[in-house]
């Protein structure tokens, strides 16, 4: 028998991954580094083209689960010591702008990293190019599949053209919006629940200081806690900040003219006011609107041996606990596992992925709604208070 790549004896598999964000972009790098066929249907042009993240999160925070993810393809090194910015605490702002720290891990100076959405992604997009056996397929929707047979159809966004594809497997990592779940949600058995949270978020900014310098010490995660809302920023590679409103929808509509912009924060984020300054404020949060946050929990995870949902397509998470990419990245440390375990027997590996993933996923799911409320309120409490309040969450 030949011996294939990577000295499998086995055919390499014909893989198409649905969706190129931050998941699908790493899950092509491990199935290439594995030697199978990948094709990535983005349904953006290439981010690598585009200056920011549109519609996403300008930044995350990378946590250890993420960084073992890119270590598997060789990338933690470079995003995490030379681009990563550490955040080795919480940094509070009180309500009389007085703060304090609380440091993640004082015993053995573990931290977390604030990594830039469009940097990781176009890094993971760029290593994909040492990669013969990776196409990239930009300014492609799916907009219909059959996952019994490995059957998908794209359109160009370009051109309407529609184009038919046939693959081995199916991988949608096409996000919390999935069209490859929306497909296997005609499948028996399948559970599906979402839940949209009655809070929504808006991403303003702190830019540098006049000497070009972070405005604030910039290894840490900041947080506002206001009981009911609070204000975050994360630090930038270029010096500037992104602040994040997390607040009810109910709260942002109320807030319709300059006058009461300023006011609220004056009353509960006086400290921010002028490192945003007041007229970046006023056309930063009128230029934009608060977008929503859904949980989704389903499972299975797979059709047959012809169809994995991965990262936000399998479980968006909301983004209290930091964790939404990390898991979604630790899904792919776990598939190369099986992927080596069952050597690349798709039906054995789609089994076991289903049969165990859910369990720690539902898990960082209910962890990410009870953060939101550890970050915005309990964060500034003391620790008698926690079970009480756990109680009325
Ligand atoms: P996505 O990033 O959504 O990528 C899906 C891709 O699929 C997109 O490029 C999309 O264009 C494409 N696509 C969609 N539909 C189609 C289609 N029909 N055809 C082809 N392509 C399609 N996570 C963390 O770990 N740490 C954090 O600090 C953090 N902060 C966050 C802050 C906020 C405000 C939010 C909203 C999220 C945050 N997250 C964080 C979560 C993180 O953003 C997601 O978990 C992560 O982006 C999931 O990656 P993904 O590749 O699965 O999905």
Redesign the pocket.
Known sequence: MATYQNGRKNKPLDIVI?????????EALYLAKRGHRVRL????ED?RNTPTARG??I?????V??RKALRGVGLEQEMVQEHGIPMVGRYIHRLDGSTYIIPYDSRTNQC?Y?VG?NFL?SLLLKESEKYKNVEKYFN????NTNLQKGFLT?QKTQTNETVEVNADLIIG????????RKAMMKEPLFDYSQKYIEHG?M?LCIPPGDDGEFQMPSQYLHIWPRGNFMLIA?PNQDRTWTV?L?MPFAKFNEIDTDEKLLNFFGKYFSDAIPLIGKKKLIEDFFSGSA?P?VSVKCRPYHVKDKALL?????H????F?????????EDCTILDELFKKHNDNLKNILNEFSATRWVDVFAISDLAMYNYVEMRDLVTRPSYLFRKSIDDF
Not at 18 to 26: D, E, I, Q, R, T
Not at 140 to 143: C, D, E, Q, R
């Open positions: 649905v969706g190129g964000g931050l998941v699908g972009s790493l249907y983005e349904y953006r981010i996403r999160s930044n995350l925070a990378l946590s689960r993420g977390i604030s959405r992604n492609h929707k799916l907009i794209f990592s096409d996000g919390a919006y999935s069209a490859v978020y991403e994360l994040t997390f977008l946050l991965i990262g936000d397509a399998a968006a998470v909301v983004p606990y930091g964790q939404g990419m990390n898991c979604g990245f």
